[in-house]
């Protein structure tokens, strides 16, 4: 089982930066992918950006592609979310999900571990 927690949300204003941390227990972080997702207030919760165990594949949402960037420091366990020129649509808890199966996927619904998510707001 991995647990994860997310940290360094907060206020920005537009056109600023953020980075988020997402910090995995668990002995076996590195043998799993991770994803962020993010949920606006009376919305689903959202595709952000997602990378494979490996490292060598990072996926992106069209809303945020040239502007986040995802990373992962297996040694450390932890993922890592840099999100730069931020916009007030950006605003929403992010969340850390850790899929325990093959393959990317896009959907909340193929993650199982999940953290308590952390704020972010973007003022314009």
């Known amino acids: 089982q991995v647990q994860p927690v997310e940290s360094g949300g907060g206020l920005v204003q537009a056109g600023g930066s953020l980075r988020l941390s997402c910090a995995a227990n668990g002995r076996t972080f590195s043998n799993y992918h991770m994803g962020w997702f993010r949920q606006a207030p009376g919305k689903e919760r959202e595709f952000v950006a997602a990378?494979?165990?490996?490292?060598?594949?990072?996926y992106y949402a069209d809303t945020v592609k040239g502007r986040f960037t995802i990373s992962r420091d297996n040694a450390n366990n932890t993922v890592y979310l840099q999100m730069n020129s931020l916009k007030p649509e950006d605003t929403a808890v992010y969340y850390c999900?850790?899929?325990?199966?093959?393959?990317?996927?896009?959907?909340?619904?193929?993650?199982?571990?999940w953290g308590q998510g952390t704020q972010v707001t973007v003022s314009s």
């Open positions: 990378i494979s165990w490996g490292k060598d594949s990072t």
């Open positions: 999900g850790v899929r325990d199966g093959y393959g990317i996927r896009r959907s909340p619904l193929d993650y199982v571990y």
